[in-house]
């Protein structure tokens, strides 16, 4: 025997006396405590969902790491007398994270308060309260130590009564199911397992069968005087499975420990399941005790190896991948990319001290499964490409010397989004065909949410954009809305092309980004001086500093293109969508500097009108029918990827990005709650810059100030003096920060 195994059962041996003696109050308080002990070993790698089943409670264990469709009903050991929700969450933590499967686990009725049938009785209840939420029996293993195994077997034989399908398997650690305690290592092993005595099961026994009696201030359980009508009432099947018609039960797994009294039971049960038909595998495990698998011990960590493969054997091991086609949106991204461009976006979220790394992969363990529309990865199909379900969750990685560095293909056929940690910021980098920028907001809420609770165990309430991480996604979140609400009437794609600038692209795809940190209370205020919102004076503010851009790149008049910015549209705003998808068009509002020169105002003016005009549901319903009408010609349903990849790769290199100059994508104020304010100092918003274009511009409004981001991938700074100079020229406020690299001669 191990040394360490040695040391374990002198401890257990010399605490033997005092557990066999001590009361029943004293011994549920220690039970409780053991199970609060394995809770918090494991806390980092399970979630748990409270339930209540009428009157019972109930918790579901979810590993963060899960792989199987099956769900455990755990049912916990104690003597029928003893354990609590803390200790039912135990072992079921223990079991949910090791074996990556959901447990159900159940706090039944205890005795002597509530006799037999009472515990049998809830275990019922609870197993049909997993039939009731989607699991079929045959996703459904039984596991319990000690009372609890007996239990497993009880419930099979109440279940076979009502006509009941069987669970998939059953899993017993030293099962009780000879209440009447007749087998031989009852005598000839109790004074060598160090952990329970046969006066105590007798106990445990008399308080199920029979409840218990007041003597002398003190609960003791009743006693039946007649030993033949006692071994009668404890030889109930459902009180003693031994004696049960145990012919076609379900598979079952039974470890025991080779020194513990209970031994027989295991054996003799594993027999009687063999005789009559049905599947058992036995495990004796030398020199050890009773329900010795919950001690954890390493020596015989080979046992959940033997656990996993049982499950594995019975219910899909493995879960199924979700998948999904692209929205309507997003079917170009994946055509359009190229060797140095990826349409890919970043919100990042700063903190008022570093994060913790290993807690924000817990984090992320957590929330990627509330995601299932963007915890994808991009798959390649006969005729388009698609989205599946990442089968774990992607390792957080250092930050970049720059934001939004180039995603691979070959990194998005693993996983579409990338997470970086960087001190006290945490950035989510998304391939735009996943989502836009209001659902990438809201993975983001939700995740620093979910960070704050893991770290400082405090509760960010859901609502605006903060997700339950334990609710499951709707279908609404997962819908391709531009599908839904597309027009009858398509609108027409006709457009002029405007002013690109030019310059040289860095070398090794460095991209600089320069953040405008504004007042929001004062961009809020110059913008209703002009009767325009805020977006509209951003815009017009760019469209005045691009014209300028084009008066020193361009000299002649007649050779300059019209100045317009690409604004997208949230249509969440405009239909009833709760999609977590993309959902978003555009306006592109400009003017023609040939037709003369502007004023601010005057720009002013005229983006108000143009958005006002463009923006209305009508003609965003056009716009979507537009490109759904597309996606359902019968013939290009039918021609294949590589080609339909050929046909949207020239489409987008003539069309895609011509119409604009850049875009302006502003999520606008981001409200959050109180506890999310008082650890986040600021949110950031960065898109990518265009495929063709060296600019891009984003922004949105956090704890009172406008984070307004440009980012290019050009050496020389052409637009951002422009826009510096513009802002100084309206009177607005602002610090600029960047990442622009130190250049030598």
Known sequence: MKKKNALLRSQLQLLKPFVSGCSLATARKWQDKIGDLMVNIHKNYVDTEEIKVGEINCAMQIPRDEISTGVILYLHGGGYTAGNMSYAKGFASVLAS?????????????????????????CLEAYGYLLSNGFEPS????????????????????????????????????????LTLSGNSYVTNE????????????????????????????????????????????????????????????PSLVFVGGDEILLDDSVRLHGKLLEGGSESELHIAPDMWHAYILYGLKEHEGDFDKIRKFIKQRVPAQKKLRWMGLDNAAKIFPAARSRNWSNVFRLSATFFESIDREVMQTA??????????????????VFWYYLEEIPKTPEILDEKPY??????????????????????????????????????????????????????????????????????PSEDEMEDSFVKYAGDVPASR????????????????????TTFIIDSSEIVKEAKKYGVTVTAYIVSAFIVAMIRVQDKKVFRRKKHKPI????????????????????????????????????????????KNQMKLEITEKHMASMIATNVNSEKNPIIKVIPLFLKN????????????????????NLGVVNVPEEFLRYVERLDFVIGNQASAPYNTSALTYGGKMYLNVIRNISEPVFEPEIHAILDELGIAHTVESNTRERRE
């Open 403 to 472: 934001p939004l560095a180039r995603m691979p293909f070959r990194d998005i056929r693993k996983c579409a989004f990338r997470v970086l940690i960087y001190d006290k910021r945490i950035a989510v980098e998304f391939f735009h065909a996943l989502t836009d920028g209001n659902g990438g907001l809201v993975f983001l809420k939700t995740l620093v949410s979910e960070y704050i609770y893991q770290k400082y165990s405090v509760k960010v309430p859901t609502g605006d954009g903060i997700l339950d991480r334990l609710e499951e």
């Open 364 to 381: 992320l363990d957590v929330t990627v499964r509330r995601f299932p529309s963007i915890a994808v990865r991009v798959k390649t199909g």
């Open 98 to 122: 090791k074996c990556g499967i959901r447990v159900f686990c159940v706090e039944y009725s205890l005795a002597p308060e509530h006799v037999f049938p009472g515990a049998l009785d809830d």
């Open 191 to 250: 004074k060598q397992d160090p952990s329970m005595t046969k006066s105590r099961l007798k106990y445990f026994a008399d308080a199920y069968a029979y409840g218990a009696v007041r003597e002398r201030k003190k609960i003791c359980p009743k006693k039946n005087p007649d030993t033949e009508d006692d071994i009668r009432v404890k030889s109930d099947p459902k009180m003693s499975p031994l004696f049960a018609n145990l012919e076609k039960m379900p």
């Open 494 to 513: 006709a457009d002029t092309n405007a002013y690109r600038v030019l310059g040289k692209r860095e070398e090794d795809g460095f991209k600089t980004n």
């Open 564 to 607: 317009k910015v690409l604004v997208p549209v949230n249509l969440r705003k405009m239909f009833p969508s709760k999609t977590l998808r993309n959902f978003i068009l555009y306006a592109t509002p400009g003017v023609d500097p040939r037709l003369g020169d502007y004023t601010f105002p005057e720009i002013c003016e005229i983006v």
């Open 139 to 178: 996703q459904i293993i039984l596991a319990g130590e000690s009372a609890g195994g007996g239990l497993c077997y009880a419930l099979c034989e109440k279940l076979r009564d009502k006509g009941r399908t069987l669970p998939a398997g059953i899993i017993a650690i030293s099962p009780w199911v000879d």
């Open 646 to 665: 050929v046909v949207m790769k020239l489409i987008f290199t003539a069309v895609g990005e011509r119409k604009s100059c850049f875009s302006f994508s």
